[in-house]
Nanobody, 129 residues
C-alpha cells in the first residue's frame, strides 16, 4: 500500500521561507515521478513543481520559478520543496503527489494532476503580509 505524507507547512511572514517534506512509501521511490501541487480557496489546483526520476530538469510554475526549489533524496524516500521569499499569494494547501514511473517530462506531469494516483493529505501554508 502506497502512503504519501507531507509535513512542514505553517504560518510565515511575507519574505520568509519554509521547507516542505514528503515521504512516500510502498513504491520504488527512485523510479517515481513526484510533484507538489497547491490549491487556494476558490481556485483550481495548480501544479507547483514536479520532478522525474531522471536527470532531466524539474518543472516550476511561472509563479514560483526562482523562489522555490524541488529536490529528492532517494535514500530517504523523501521529496522536498524549499520555498523562499514567500508572498501572501503562496497561501494554499500544498499536496504531494506520486506516480510509480513515467517517461514524459516533469512539465507534462505537472500539467496533468490526474496522472498521479497517490496523494498526501496536504499541509497548509499561510503567508501573512
Amino acid at each position: 500500500q502506497v502512503q504519501v505524507v507531507e509535513s512542514g507547512g505553517g504560518l510565515v511572514q511575507a519574505g520568509g521561507s519554509l521547507r516542505l517534506s514528503c515521504t512516500a512509501s510502498g513504491l520504488t521511490f527512485d523510479g517515481a515521478v513526484m510533484g507538489w501541487f497547491r490549491q487556494a480557496p476558490g481556485k483550481e489546483r495548480e501544479g507547483v513543481s514536479c520532478i522525474t526520476s531522471t536527470t532531466s530538469r524539474p518543472y516550476y510554475a511561472r509563479s514560483v520559478a526562482g523562489r522555490f526549489t524541488i529536490s529528492r533524496d532517494n535514500a530517504k524516500n523523501t521529496l522536498y520543496l524549499q520555498m523562499n521569499n514567500l508572498s501572501p499569494e503562496d497561501t494554499a494547501m500544498y499536496y504531494c503527489a506520486a506516480r510509480p514511473s513515467g517517461v514524459w517530462s516533469a512539465d507534462y506531469y505537472c500539467a496533468r494532476s490526474a496522472t498521479f494516483p497517490y496523494w498526501g493529505q496536504g499541509t497548509q501554508v499561510t503567508v501573512s503580509s
